[in-house]
T-cell receptor, first 113, second 112 residues
Framework: EAGVAQSPRYKIIEKRQSVAFWCNPISGHATLYWYQQILGQGPKLLIQFQNNGVVDDSQLPKDRFSAERLKGVDSTLKIQPAKLEDSAVYLC???????????FGPGTRLTVT | AQSVSQHNHHVILSEAASLELGCNYSYGGTVNLFWYVQYPGQHLQLLLKYFSGDPLVKGIKGFEAEFIKSKFSFNLRKPSVQWSDTAEYFCAVISSASKIIFGSGTRLSIRP
């Protein structure tokens, strides 16, 4: 069974630029999560999708971050414009249900200079 | 507000020592509890989980955790650690409202 795929693995941008991350979950998983993990901290949930609907985006900085999962399968997370404090690893995870164990992708390490 | 606390930020042990990592959460309702592990250079993976039933759950690689509802705790244990257990360990809680929160993690270093 293929795992959660993410791209790119690494990205370096200057502040005020925009960036997009892509995630393809495990086939058949209805729930998809985006997390931000800052060095030395645990993953912080940014947004949770159930199929193509948003379940929780309470911690998503909506003035600069956006995410979509249009066909209920893969998803993109965008930051525009980026700030220095956005430097982090962005993790995508998927699960069969909203309370099930999650399967994580390798993450995208973003550095904003 | 719901929160998860892992008080041990960095634990250093010798091989064969016993391990206990603390995890406390604040939420009064029904919860699902998880421990995830991140080995160096790898992505997060599930170590064990508790949904209901026997509060002592066993996971992979000899790990176990005990859910103590009265203490809002879900501590991770292993009787004898190995060098290969060097990793970062995260406790996570999903509330009945499907809200998920991760703890800040505990870095475990094992001296060979």
């Amino acid at each position: 069974e293929a795992g959660v795929a993410q791209s790119p693995r690494y990205k370096i941008i200057e502040k005020r630029q925009s960036v997009a991350f892509w995630c393809n979950p495990i086939s058949g998983h209805a729930t998809l999560y985006w997390y931000q993990q800052i060095l030395g901290q645990g993953p912080k949930l940014l947004i949770q999708f159930q199929n193509n609907g948003v379940v929780d985006d309470s911690q998503l900085p909506k003035d600069r971050f956006s995410a979509e999962r249009l066909k209920g399968v893969d998803s993109t997370l965008k930051i525009q414009p980026a700030k220095l404090e956005d430097s982090a690893v962005y993790l995508c995870a998927s699960s069969a249900g909203t309370s099930s164990e999650q399967y994580f992708g390798p993450g995208t390490r973003l550095t904003v200079t | 507000a719901q929160s998860v606390s892992q008080h041990n930020h960095h634990v250093i042990l010798s091989e064969a020592a016993s391990l206990e990592l603390g995890c406390n959460y604040s939420y009064g309702g029904t919860v699902n509890l998880f421990w995830y592990v991140q080995y160096p250079g790898q992505h997060l993976q599930l170590l064990l989980k508790y949904f209901s039933g026997d509060p002592l759950v066993k996971g992979i690689k000899g790990f176990e955790a005990e859910f103590i509802k009265s203490k809002f705790s879900f501590n991770l244990r292993k009787p004898s650690v190995q060098w290969s257990d060097t990793a970062e360990y995260f406790c996570a809680v999903i509330s009945s409202a499907s809200k998920i929160i991760f703890g800040s993690g505990t870095r475990l270093s094992i001296r060979p």
